[in-house]
């Protein structure tokens, strides 16, 4: 441990001390290439959106139930398919500039316009039409009912966006600045630097999940981004932060231990590592090819060696806490090397002169993308140790997080990793099985009208026993034809100096900060 804090020390050398004056200093892992919530589905993004911005509704600690936010209370037609929401009148954007249901009007309409190109657009449902009876009422009616409906306001891309700062700022917007009704306002943004936001001060309508309504107790938040584990293992250790919640995984035991350090788990926790395959390209088109990989590695080795225990092994796309989970999907992936050697030679590739198969001239060696960062390096590189193993030679590309969105959104790769935080398994199969979610975040190509039905029937569903049979019937396709390799489900904390008080990890897509109301020295 010595020997990390002193070989990270230059790096954190210009961090100035624990929380001095109003300052909150935070670590992150990674950055985003804008934070613009409409037009991307990046955590890296998702986090910051959800300290400037508010969306009609909250979500509690248990990942489950919405709470009133900018909404203060709705209701729901017999059929399922309107919503009237009735706002709060005392709201204004960081600007000063009032909330009125006419933000909420212009925000979906945004999303749901072509142009905008919004991969998470149906995470606000399939909208008919949008009124406004009054300044503080919204009738939200959909084209079919979406039972997920008022947990997916929930997400950053549905927060509520000033038409003002949109116009103004351009292509520059969630760039240069970005204006929302959330507890921190926009400052500046230096890219793979910081992010510096300000305390909203006139900010009181905090969800009652918090004891602190608003406003914040810091004045300012900075936001340094700090991709080296050490690093940020080093800045913790020694006290030059008060916040992060990219504590590197594999060390949080020795963060448990630490004097200076409180460590909360997020709870509960929804969160893949998966690997998956473009199954559009010819080296993983088959099968039983993505079944073979899936298969020829060793879950739990990698979850001790490399996280530490800080991971759990995953055998399949959901956890079985997950709401609406089928069990019809346990033991579909079963870790098997002498199959995984058997099923490529049924797909025709045979093992060359040095091990790695081939067929038709063509070496068994897809293209895979990963993160730069934190713990995706270890475990591609441990993976691609396993498949070398039955003859498949990984050709791993590593990619800075502020380029990889960009990338992913290309065709010429056959694999990628990240990790994907999650509600319920409607989430998950809406997010990406659905053909329409192609090519992002749908990049397996995977197109097929019984998938598309089956997830339609669970969007629409009234009663909860058709919903969990129809994502049920979805989950069992989809892992019968391998189109991902999930690994494991990485754990999510928040770390702390004990100097800070009010420290809370939340569940939501990875954002353990959530809104920060009730930090405080």
Not at 136 to 151: A, R
Not at 180 to 192: A, E, L, M
Not at 475 to 503: A, C, D, F, R
Request: net charge positive; glycine share 6%; with cysteine.
């Amino acid at each position: 441990m010595k020997s990390i804090l002193m070989a990270a020390a230059l790096a954190v050398a210009t961090v100035s001390p624990l929380a001095q004056g109003q300052t909150l200093n935070m670590m992150k892992s990674l950055d985003a290439p804008h934070y613009d919530g409409h037009r991307t589905t990046w955590s890296p993004s998702s986090d910051i959106i959800n300290m400037i911005q508010d969306g009609l509704v909250a979500l509690d600690w248990d990942g489950k139930k919405p709470l009133p936010l900018l909404a203060k209370s709705w209701t729901i037609s017999p059929d399922g398919k309107t919503y009237t929401f009735k706002l709060r009148d005392d709201v204004q954007f960081c600007s000063g500039k009032k909330f009125t249901a006419a933000d909420v009007i212009y925000s979906f309409n945004r999303q749901r316009d072509p142009a905008t190109k919004a991969p998470s657009a149906w995470r606000a449902g399939s909208i008919k039409n949008l009124s406004a009876p009054d300044p503080y009422t919204v009738v939200y009616e959909l084209n079919e009912p979406f039972s997920d409906l008022l947990v997916q306001l929930a997400m950053f891309n549905n927060a509520i966006h000033n038409k003002d700062s949109v116009e103004q700022l351009g292509k520059d917007y969630g760039i240069k600045g970005i204006d929302g009704t959330g507890p921190w306002c926009f400052v500046s943004w230096q890219p793979r630097t910081e992010v510096l936001l300000k305390r909203h001060d006139a900010y009181r309508w905090g969800p009652s999940m918090y004891k602190n309504p608003g406003p914040v107790k810091f004045e300012k938040l900075s936001i340094r981004v700090v991709p080296e584990d050490s690093s940020r293992l080093a800045a913790m250790m020694g006290g030059r932060f008060d916040i992060t919640t990219h504590f590197p995984t594999q060390f949080i035991d020795q963060a448990k231990k630490a004097p200076m350090l409180n460590v909360d788990q997020a709870k509960p926790n929804f969160q893949l590592m998966y690997f998956g395959f473009k199954t559009t390209r010819p080296l993983v088109s088959d099968r039983r090819v993505r079944e073979a990989m899936s298969i020829g590695i060793n879950r739990a080795e990698i979850a001790k060696a490399i996280m530490l225990g800080q991971a759990d092994p995953a055998y399949s796309y959901l956890d079985p806490g997950a709401l609406d989970y089928a069990p019809s999907t346990k033991g579909i992936i079963k870790e098997d090397v002498a199959r995984a050697k058997k099923l490529l030679d049924e797909a025709g590739w045979k093992p060359g002169p040095d091990g790695i198969r081939v067929k038709d001239g063509v070496r068994l060696a897809p293209v895979v993308y990963i993160p730069q960062v934190s713990y995706f390096p270890r475990v591609s590189e441990a993976i691609q140790g396993y498949m070398r193993k039955i003859g498949v030679d990984w050709k791993i590309t590593a990619l800075d997080s502020t380029i990889m969105p960009a990338k992913l959104s290309s065709q010429d790769f056959d694999m990628w990793t990240v990790t994907f935080p999650y509600l319920s398994a409607g989430d998950v199969m809406n997010f990406y099985f659905d053909s329409k979610q192609m090519p992002v975040p749908n990049r397996m190509n995977w197109k097929d009208a019984e998938t598309d039905e089956w997830i339609r029937q669970g969007r629409v569903a009234l009663t909860d026993a058709d919903r969990a049979k129809a994502y049920g019937l979805v989950q069992e396709k989809v892992h019968k034809e391998h189109l991902w390799m999930p690994v494991m489900n990485v754990h999510m904390y928040s770390t702390s100096n004990k100097k800070i008080k009010g420290n809370r990890a939340h569940m939501i897509y990875q954002n353990t900060f959530y809104k920060g109301l009730d930090l405080s020295l």
